[in-house]
């Protein structure tokens, strides 16, 4: 079955960088929609940034400028670089792999963000 595992998360502080990496298995990487998501406590879950097979990019407004998403088809792997952090930030982050009609989900990494 996929496996999508997620790692790079911790405690940063205010301003500071993380990367986040997701490692994909059993899939074929190259076709499929790569997505970040994010939850807070008590909030749903939202789309952070998305990159299609063919390398279009989507941010949410929220991140826009300070994040990046990017992939290595030849590691099977999506990255998301966080710059500019803020204590809004504090999620849950999930990494998504959609080939549709399907949608795999990794099991989630936690990034928090001190003030």
């Known amino acids: 079955q996929v496996q999508l595992v997620e790692s790079g998360g911790g405690l940063v502080q205010v301003g500071g960088s993380l990367r986040l990496s997701c490692a994909a298995s059993r899939i074929i990487f190259s076709i499929a929609t790569m997505a970040w998501y994010r939850q807070a406590p008590g909030k749903q879950r939202e789309q952070v940034a998305s990159i299609t097979g063919g390398g279009r990019l989507n941010y949410a407004g929220s991140v826009k400028g300070r994040f990046t998403i990017s992939r290595d088809n030849a590691k099977n792997t999506v990255y998301l670089q966080m710059n500019a952090l803020k204590p809004e930030d504090t999620a849950v982050y999930y990494c998504?792999?959609?080939?549709?009609?399907?949608?795999?989900w990794g099991q989630g990494t936690q990034v928090t963000v001190s003030s």
């Open positions: 998504a792999a959609t080939i549709l009609p399907t949608t795999y």
